[in-house]
């Protein structure tokens, strides 16, 4: 059983750098931290169900799984570094 969620042990990592892209962008757009904090912890449920009913049906698909997460947080980190260049170059004015 060990070796079956070793596969998934990127995920849990992709996943936590996500949270922590999510909640850096959530402070750059000003949004309210209260509400963050429980969208955060509902998608941490939502994610943890997911992990612990899906996983079964899931493991022939880890590699795609693994892929897609890897791509939607490479995604995600150059939209917060594109919408925060008018900010860098305000700053040399």
Do not use: D
């Not at 079964?56 to 892929?67: E, G, Q, V």
Request: proline content about 2%.
């Amino acid at each position: 059983m060990t070796s079956e969620i070793k596969q998934f042990s990127v995920l849990l990592i992709f996943g936590n750098i996500e949270n922590l892209i999510l909640a850096a962008q959530g402070v750059a757009a000003h949004v309210n931290p209260l509400g963050l904090a429980i969208l955060s912890l509902i998608a941490v449920v939502c994610w943890l169900s997911i992990g612990t009913f899906g996983t079964k049906i899931a493991m022939k698909y880890a590699r795609y799984i693994n892929f897609i997460g890897g791509l939607a947080i490479f995604i995600l980190g150059i939209q917060a570094m594109m919408e925060s260049i008018p900010g860098i170059l305000s700053f040399f004015h």
